[in-house]
């Protein structure tokens, strides 16, 4: 449900990324025998990603599409690929600039 469009409504201010992540952060601690660890290493054990990791993911995916048409938009390309690079850029400064290199390394 908190992925669900979030190319839309992706937020880009720290405090409501953190919020955001929060629900997740509070979900793992829950779960059976991982209330003593930390949240990266319920991540780890779990094999996830962060919410706001998987955004930027599927951010980076619906410009791609959008690059090499194959996705249906209505507006021109380069306008919409700018767009979606400006939020891309607020996300990278909201996260910090390690979140491009997470990504990168899930790209390949």
Not at 1 to 17: A, G
Not at 47 to 59: F, N, P, V
Not at 83 to 92: A, D, H, P, R, Y
Request: net charge positive; glycine share 4%.
């Amino acid at each position: 449900m908190l992925e669900f469009s979030s190319q839309v409504w992706s937020p880009h201010y720290k405090y409501l990324i953190d919020k955001i992540e929060s629900v997740q952060r509070y979900f793992t601690k829950r779960l059976f025998g991982f209330s003593k660890l930390s949240y990266n290493e319920r991540l780890i054990s779990l094999d996830l990603d962060t919410l706001e990791c998987r955004r930027l993911i599927y951010d980076l995916i619906l410009c791609y599409k959008m690059i090499h048409g194959r996705c249906v938009i209505s507006l021109p390309v380069d306008y919409a690929c700018s767009s979606v690079l400006l939020i891309l850029g607020s996300t990278f400064l909201a996260a910090g600039s390690s979140m491009l290199g997470i990504a990168c390394q899930t790209m390949l």
